[in-house]
């Protein structure tokens, strides 16, 4: 059961998923361009072995865990929000539990 959200909330739910999606743009601009750099200079310094890989896959794994977050577990009913409804009515259950 979903309770229907404001116009405030609704903005302010847009806003903080297009940050979200934002920030991940920009950490994946960063890793292409880091990236790129240190597989040309290991190339470069080291000739063909490529130390530039263990960064390029550890890093990757990193962006693809953060676009995961950003895009899959981020949406309109997903675990995410079933799993802060459920945080919502345990707190509030306790709370009236209090005197």
Not at 49 to 55: H, I
């Amino acid at each position: 059961m979903s309770q229907r959200l404001s116009t405030e909330e609704i903005e302010a739910l847009a806003r903080k998923r297009a940050g979200a999606k934002l920030g991940w743009y920009a950490h994946a601009a960063v890793y292409a361009c880091v990236n790129l750099f240190l597989l040309a200079r290991s190339d470069l310094a080291f000739g063909t072995r490529p130390y530039g890989l263990a960064p390029l896959l550890g890093w990757g794994i990193g962006l693809a865990l953060h676009g995961i977050s950003v895009f899959v577990l981020a949406r309109g009913s997903s675990l995410r929000e079933r799993m802060v409804q459920r945080e919502r009515e345990r707190l509030q259950r306790e709370q009236d539990r209090q005197p």
